[in-house]
């Protein structure tokens, strides 16, 4: 009787889709991320991209949803306009014995990671020149942990993608250039709708909580995250744009490394260093649940600074007219090019 009571629960839950309620988050990590693939995993028909009147309604819509909801599914009605189409996959994030930082940074074993395209690429132009504008590889990243919301980041080159149609020939990472365009420029405006730094996402809350849902008072957390692919997933992928990348990720088993993970601790020394890896513990699917409904919460840059005034030079405030660069420009590590950083 309980069990059918539980699985009942366990239905109604994932038929609602509604993984922001406060009896989902009360649950254990691996019970809501088992829920969470399950839906992932249901339909893997991919969603579409907005149409462009879609897209225009970007402007009227509430902005302090993407910075302020403690959910991992979008709420009811609400579509991802950008970033519409992509792949997810379980993933299990590593760190490195020595790591400085907290919470979350010292491992966590239950996490979904997502990769996308900001926008619908053109794949009609070939070319890997023609990807620049075109081609616009992002991902998302959950950390799930026991009772408590999950902690979450985004991270891209550049909103204006790269010149080659290789997912990962350019680093991702939390903090990105400022856009180019107007279209983009005007986006970055709405964003300014819910705090005054759009190029940045925090990691607080990767730091002030561990896996098992215990708080830290102290949170050690560093500037910026930068994300690389190793080689072997680099490789695979082809400058001139030959198959869809949701291909490439499919062949991607589980146990593989997607991606290492640097930090830079110290914006003025500009230094990265590595903390850890990511590594697939399930393979990568399309996604309608993963398209249309997991969200992932872009954390407000503003409650990184409040721990760490000195941050705030090295970080740009949007501006529509004016500079949009910060006071202060990061450091040049002396030795990133003997690492290869
Ligand atoms: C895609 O690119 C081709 C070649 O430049 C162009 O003819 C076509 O109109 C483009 N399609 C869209 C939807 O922009």
């Avoid at 225009?56 to 306009?81: A, Q, W």
């Avoid at 985004?154 to 990962?168: H, L, P, Q, R, Y």
């Amino acid at each position: 009787m309980k069990t059918v009571i539980l699985l009942l629960i366990a239905i109604s839950t994932i038929l609602a889709a509604d993984f922001s309620s406060a009896q989902y988050q009360a649950q254990q990590r691996d019970s809501k991320l088992n829920q969470l693939w399950q839906a992932v995993t249901q339909n893997k028909n991919s969603g579409s991209y907005p149409s462009t009147v879609e897209l225009v309604s970007i402007f009227t819509e509430s902005m302090d949803v993407s910075l302020n909801y403690l959910s991992d599914s979008l709420p009811e009605g609400r579509k991802k306009l950008i970033h519409s189409v992509g792949v997810v996959g379980k993933v299990k994030f590593v760190a490195e014995a020595d790591t400085p930082y907290t919470g979350l940074f010292k491992g966590a074993d239950s996490a979904l990671i997502r990769f996308s395209l900001a926008k619908s690429p053109n794949y009609s132009k070939t070319q890997a020149k023609n990807a620049f504008d075109n081609f616009t590889p992002g991902l998302g990243l959950k950390f799930l942990a026991d009772g408590v919301p999950s902690a979450n980041l985004v991270a891209m080159w550049g909103v204006n993608g790269v010149d080659t149609f290789n997912f990962f020939d350019k680093d991702m990472n939390t903090h990105i250039p400022s856009a180019s365009g107007l279209q983009l420029k005007l986006v970055a405006k709405k964003f300014s709708s819910a705090t005054p730094i759009v190029q940045n996402v925090g990691l607080r809350s990767f730091a002030d909580r561990n896996q098992d849902g215990s708080s830290i008072s102290e949170p050690k957390f560093p500037f910026k995250l930068t994300f690389r692919a190793p080689a072997d997933i680099k490789n695979r992928f082809t400058d001139d744009f030959t198959v869809q990348y949701s291909e490439v990720f499919a062949q991607i088993q589980p146990g593989t490394t997607v991606l290492e993970v640097f930090a830079m601790d110290d914006p003025s020394t500009g230094c990265l260093k590595k903390i850890g890896s990511l590594i697939t513990t399930s393979e990568f699917t399309t996604s309608k649940f993963g398209d249309e409904n997991l969200f992932f919460e872009h954390q407000n840059y503003v409650n990184d600074i409040e721990l760490h005034q000195q941050w705030s030079e090295y970080t740009p405030y949007f501006s529509f007219f004016g500079s949009n660069e910060p006071k202060k420009t990061e450091g040049k590590c002396p030795f990133a090019s003997l690492l290869g950083l």
